[in-house]
């Protein structure tokens, strides 16, 4: 696993440059996974417009003004805060304290922030000067759909972190109780479909503001919000994140990670071994017991597991994984490493996000396809829904998630809402194709 660049830097270039390990990989995923987003759904939108179908809103500015004391404010605060955090993290960080910690510790290096604050504020000063005219103008100027992806992609960015903070809360409800600041500020934690649906509520009244047409932004919309998944879900397998799978009972470990198949009662064998993980959710490290993970069950028979074999053809790691080093920290400790990240797992687990990566691009390659193809608006994104939720149902099948007891239908959180995503896209299909055929009709 990489949990951060300095893991990567260190496998793969056998360098150890301990600053860049505050530089999470799951965090960069999700910002290239932000990026490609940015990109697919500015060319999608620029189609559109070159159809007819999206249109320009025209909007008056004013050029010519120095910029504010608001503007310069606004900017030095900005940047204190990222040269607070980033040049301590360099300079002021303790060795002890891992760098997700220290991010959302208040520790920090304040000359760093007053010298990146003050530079970002003169930046800000500087851009304006260049353009301040004696009598600020008024103009109008015309502002395309696709002019607007930075500000689509920033409301995606804010409101998708906090909708998925507030569901994660949510699902572990009791946590959050006994720890609310904790639960908040904490930087693991985040659950998708909370992020995916307060996100599109910020951005559908965003779209409403500017009077671009919904039915064909959520069109363009469906390609791009696949391949962000599909990206994200690398993320949390490349770090290790804890969105993993059951157990896969076919296989065992040795004590560095290695996965092989196991012998007959070998699986059983080794849940007796480990019996603290699993019921208590902690293992013993230098004579005392140290809480690792919150995954315990009432008993070693009720721990979750499926037994199936990798073909021969297939990569074992494709079938049992024990996430070693993973960022979570979870699990027994590995022999003979010393790293801050030395634990893995002590059964190997189905690598769900793996397969996530895997479904959703090919379904994004697929999406791409048919999106020339398919004219009647709201459909494109319909199969979205539909894709998406049975992707995701099928996935939680075999996933470690808190379950619940709907109508007396046992389901997670995610397959849940994953159902009314593939309910919606249906319903979203048969109106598309209504709406068409009367305005056909007419």
Known sequence: MYPNLYYVFKDLFG???????????????????????????SLELSRK????????????????????????????????????????????????????????????NLLGGILFGAFLGFIKWQEKNKVKLKQPERRMVRIWPHD???????????????????????EHWDDFVSHPLQA??????????????????AILIFASKKQIAIQHLVDAAAPTLMIAYAIGRLGCQISGDGDWGIYNSAYVAD????????????????????????????????????????????????????????PSFVPVGLFAYTYPQN??????????????????????????????????????????????????????????LIANGMERIVVEMIRVN?????????????????FLLVISGIGLILFGIYKKRNLTLK
């Not at 979870?330 to 189905?350: C, Q, S, T």
């Not at 808190?402 to 994953?418: E, M, N």
Request: include cysteine.
């Open 255 to 310: 004590a560095t990670g290695k996965v092989r198949l196991a012998n007959e009662g070998e699986f059983k064998k080794s849940l007796q071994a480990n019996t603290t993980y699993f019921l208590q959710g902690s293992v013993i490290n230098h004579d005392r017991y140290e809480v690792v993970t919150d995954r315990k069950y009432a008993s070693l028979d009720v721990v979750p597991h499926y037994a199936i074999k990798a």
């Open 148 to 170: 607007r992806v930075g500000d689509i992609i920033v409301l995606g960015l804010v409101f998708g972190i906090l909708g998925a903070k507030l569901f994660d809360n949510f």
């Open 15 to 41: 360098v150890e440059w301990k600053s860049l390990s505050f530089i999470n990989t799951f965090g960069l995923l999700v910002a290239i996974a932000f990026m490609v987003a940015a990109w697919v759904l």
């Open 402 to 418: 808190k379950p619940y007891s709907i109508l007396g239908i046992p389901t997670t959180q995610a397959q849940f809402i994953a």
């Open 49 to 108: 417009e070159k159809l007819g179908l999206l249109s320009p809103l025209e909007e008056t500015i004013t050029v010519g003004k120095p910029a504010s004391l608001y503007e310069i404010i606004s900017n030095g605060f900005i940047g204190f805060l990222f040269g607070y955090k980033l040049s301590g993290m360099f300079f002021s960080k303790p060795e002890n304290m891992n760098p997700q910690d220290y991010i959302f510790s208040s520790q920090g």
């Open 184 to 201: 908040l500020l904490s930087p693991s934690g985040l659950t998708f479909y909370g992020g995916l649906i307060l996100a599109a509520v």
């Open 327 to 384: 960022v979570n920290k979870d699990g027994i400790l590995m022999l003979d490493i010393m790293d801050e990240h030395n634990r893995m797992l002590p059964l190997p687990v189905f690598p769900t996000p793996l397969y996530e990566t895997i479904i959703c691009s090919i379904l994004f390659l697929l999406m791409w396809i048919l999106r020339r193809r398919i004219a009647t608006p709201l459909v494109m994104f319909g199969i979205y």
